[in-house]
Nanobody
């Protein structure tokens, strides 16, 4: 059974940083794309970033490019989202997700597995 468990959310002031973690278990993820999405109140879930587990190739939404960094630790089966220069508009529930295959996608309905979400709140 695939499990994705996020941790690391919280409250931070604008301009600050947070690092989210997503611990993945239940199978080998070498053929997966691992992603981070976020959902603000009253808005649709949106793509933030993704990484190829095998190749380490990364993809970013324009809204987070240059501020957020996705990375992975194969030994720990964990991937991360380092968020710097946070803005109030980054406030959302952040979800990690896994998509089977080598092609990345920004569409949430193309991801097979999801974590439970972790709240990130950025105060102005």
């Amino acid at each position: 059974q695939v499990q994705l468990v996020e941790s690391g959310g919280g409250l931070v002031q604008a301009g600050g940083s947070l690092r989210l973690s997503c611990a993945a278990s239940g199978r080998t993820f070498s053929n997966y794309i691992m992603g981070w999405f976020r959902q603000a109140p009253g808005k649709e879930r949106e793509f933030a970033t993704a990484i190829s587990w095998s190749f380490g190739t990364t993809y970013y939404a324009d809204s987070v490019k240059g501020r957020f960094t996705i990375s992975k630790d194969n030994a720990k089966n964990t991937f991360y989202l380092q968020m710097n220069r946070l803005k109030p508009e980054d406030t959302a529930v952040y979800y990690c997700a896994a998509r089977y295959g080598k092609a990345w996608s920004r569409r949430s309905n193309e991801y097979n597995y999801w974590g439970q979400g972790t709240q990130v709140t950025v105060s102005s």
